[in-house]
């Protein structure tokens, strides 16, 4: 709920001055402590709260109750009026022709921790603290509200993003990058080991999986069972086909050989004397040893230009050793194993590569391809306290040349390690050589089932792996153990994914080659691992039973076991696959197209054979869709409804879903169970990016998000019977033409925006224009200010001055609190605010000092943001605000929904019919169909009086949502009978109720358990005339 901390302290000060015993001085001075320290707690300006608490105080002790009221219900009175009077007075906006003008603070970012590991279309994975200071340590970085914003237009970098229309990731240019103070995060766990994790602000949306639909939930509206977008697999995007190693190569004091007629041609040619050559060193070097050395051909590497060096391969010296090496100028399938074997199971020194392993395939290849590369031949000794050997490459140019190039220290490797740069940056065929060697090195293959596990005391290193297996489509998971003291990280890669691993990474040792191979067959037998389930909930029976097919029939032709899926909610990508294929065959069943042909009057025997018609025809009447005579066979009522039903679904919902489902088959995300949630302190600083188009990227292998007022706000109008436009009026803010275009479309408005044009006020013009006779609200949305930015205050002067707007609005972020008093100050003077939106105020605890602070700008509140959806965006009445949050409900509100929902029902009516005691099934269904139409549940119980509201706070809404959904599904294969009259539903009704809407004998018991308390609590509320009468007195539907 909105503000939900000070409404429950708010709400407990209500309930001990109704429940007292006597009202004195003493209790009236506990409840404006209470008072006091509730509003303090909200982030309510001090001297407001002061002010305030004498107000109340001096009111409840010194006024007589009026006649008639009690002196609890005064006292209570008097509370709601002061804390009214702080909000100011209601305004509504002209339901008429005009234009909007929308300016803003900068609010607080959706951000993700510094150290998160995202992934970039390079090939590279880093963390997003060493992303923006790569950045920050070349371009300019300028002061955005709390923090320094990089634009990145001109550079290259991409990220892979969450495409939410197809599930796919596409690789998407990155046009900034923020650094903003610290706050406090949340950490979300999900369900792919116990280590497995992501760190961001409380606002930043997810994609969530919910009932067959992707949805976005804000990370503090998470739920332990949401499913979260989780990318499967990410394509790359190489800068080079082969990547260079000279540059790395360079960094070294290092000799290089070459013909000594092909070395004698470059000095003279480029330096004309060996005595010049020697002054270009950038190592200090003795002439004479420089001399000698250049006549063997053997030159200091810097002195040669890129073109100059051997196209393959090098034969290098380090300054002052005595060896030289062979080594590869491009990072090649061997370099890159072998990288894998030092990884996995080496280390080095200031002299020696050493490889330490117990088996003798391993043995062979380390030796071979160290010969083939570096022209050594690795002594090979017997270790003293274990059963493994160790292969030694003594060779100080080849430690240093390893140790520069690709960063792995000296000595023990440890918990810092991680995978260079360079190795990132290759092709998918290269790092598969480097990947099947560590894993041959560090990896275990089970033999019984489908699992490779991967251990090592370096998290940030296997966090990179599990990133760099999605290019290969390979799911893993992360954990954390600890052995002897020792904290080590596990990789654990199952189902399915094991066996893609064995095709595309596979093994060079043999007794690993043959588990792997093996599991392919296991395979057929043990299915799809858990991680490869798509919970699409009940949208699995509705588009079946919609499009008319029966479990049997899709078990025999696409999917077997289906019956099973269904139940559970849950479905294996293949089998969906399966699914989709079999509905774009058959997208109508023989239900529908026999009760299409009883409707028509046609003989199914015409199309049906005999074993098909009896069984569907027994079932028919069964559920009471047919009346079955020997004369003929005729729809009932309930028969015709569901029909009509089906029918409908099949030209409206029926693409969407079908769609929805074929995507999710081919989607390039998994769904992961959120495991755990919890708030984490606050860093110093926090990083976002904004990427073009999608707005997306993946942080610690989880799809994140990165939504303006003017889409909400033309939603409102829209709905009032208005043609609203929006036009993009933020010229500077990344990303903000694209968002708002999104959203323009999402909501189903015109839009016009330029991003080419950089003047602001040519942008508004144009589009004011361009709007002026097809729309009857033209929303101008513009950039996003501080108080100290002069230039942009000009702007929104200039904007101003050029439009003449009838509205000036200011949204602000509610999680900035008292803060915004000032800044909304600085936006009054320049354009005499008219009202004010304020926005997230269901996910912050500052809201009471956001709600303060706009009441000493002396502007309306017009609309609050509630959450992230065009319909979580209301109209402001302080009155129902403050009724609401000191649990009195707001009935007024509620009506607006309900007849909103029913398309302009007389609101009287709906009112006198919710408080009847007297309703049927019939009543319930089309509440229930209401209330679908009215938001979520747990919106819908804020607005419920306090004994509604009270009764129902301990209730799981979302779980509560489906079943009300099952409910009606139930009902729906009720007879008309049995909808007029539950109480003759018994034993038997209950089976045939049960077999038809496809659900337990239970359910139907809960249904009708519910509609009797249902009725039992609207009966008890029907009957308290005194109570009946005040509120539709207060509703104006009565005297």
Known sequence: MVLDDLGKSLKGTIEKIATAVTIDKKLIKEVVRDIQRALLQSDVNVKLVLNLSKKIEKRALEEKPPAGMSGREHVIRIVYDELVKILGDARELPVKKQVIMLTGLYGQGKCVHGDSIIPLASGEVDSAKSIYDHFASTLEEK???????????????????????????????????????????????????????????????????????????????????????????????????????????????????????????????????????????????????????????????????????PEYSLKLQSFRTMKSVIFPRYLTNDLAEFLGYIIGDGHITNGTVEISNADEELIKQITKISQKLFGINPTITKDKRSKAKRILLSSKTLAGLIHTIFNIPYGRKGRSLSLPNNLLLTSDEVLRHFIRAYVDCDGYVTKNYRNIAISSESKTLLNQINLLLRRYHIFSTLSKKQVNGVHYSKLCIEGRYAESFSRQIGSRLSRKKNRLTSFTQMGKKQGCGKHDMIPIGSALKEVRESLGHSIGNIQQKAVNSYGIYEKKGQISRESLSNLSTFYETYPQGNFLTMLKQIKLGKNPHDTFNNGVVNALVSYFDQQGLIKNTQASIQLTSMGRKQLRQRVEYQKTASKNTLESIHNLSISDVCWIKVRNIKTIDSPEYVYDFTVEDNHSFIADGIVVHNTTSAGKLATYFKKKGLRPSVVAGDVHRPAAYDQLKQIAEQVEVPFYGDKKEKSAVKVVKTGVEKFKRSADVIIVDTSGRHKLEDDLIQEMKDIFHATNPDEKLLVMDAAVGQQAGSQAKAFNDAVDITGIILTKLDGTAKGGGALSAAAEVDAPIVFIGTGEHATDFERFDPARFISRLLGMGDIKTLLEKAEESMKGKDAEKTARRMMSGKFTLHDMYEQMDMLSGMGPLNKISELLPGGFSKKMKDVDMDDTQDRLQRFRIIMDSMTEEEMENPNIVRAARVRRIARGAGVDNKDVKQLLKYYNMTKKMMKGFSSNRKMRKNLMKQLQFGK
């Not at 280590?195 to 919910?210: A, C, G, K, Q």
């Not at 080079?240 to 000095?267: M, Y």
Request: with cysteine; aromatic share 8%; charged share 30%.
């Open 143 to 309: 002061s955005v509200g709390d923090g320094t914003i990089i634009d990145l237009e001109n550079e290259t970098i991409k990220f892979p993003s969450f495409n939410h229309d197809t599930l796919k990731i596409e690789n998407k240019k990155v046009t900034h990058a923020w650094k903003l103070k610290g706050k406090q995060l949340y950490e979300i766990f999900i369900d792919a080991g116990n280590d497995y994790s992501v760190r961001v602000t409380p606002e930043h949306p997810f994609f969530i999986l919910r009932n067959g639909m992707v949805i976005q939930a804000r990370a503090d509206q998470l739920q332990t069972d949401d499913y979260v977008a989780v990318p499967r697999e990410y394509k790359t995007e190489p800068k080079e086909e082969q990547v260079d190693l000279l540059p790395f190569i360079r960094q070294n004091n290092i000799d290089i050989f070459l013909d000594k007629d092909i070395a004698k041609q470059i000095i003279s040619s480029k330096y004309n004397t060996i005595k010049n050559a020697v002054s270009h060193l950038n190592h200090s070097r003795n002439y004479n040893k420089c001399t000698l050395a250049f006549k063997k051909g053997k030159i200091p590497l810097c002195l040669l230009d890129d073109s100059e060096c």
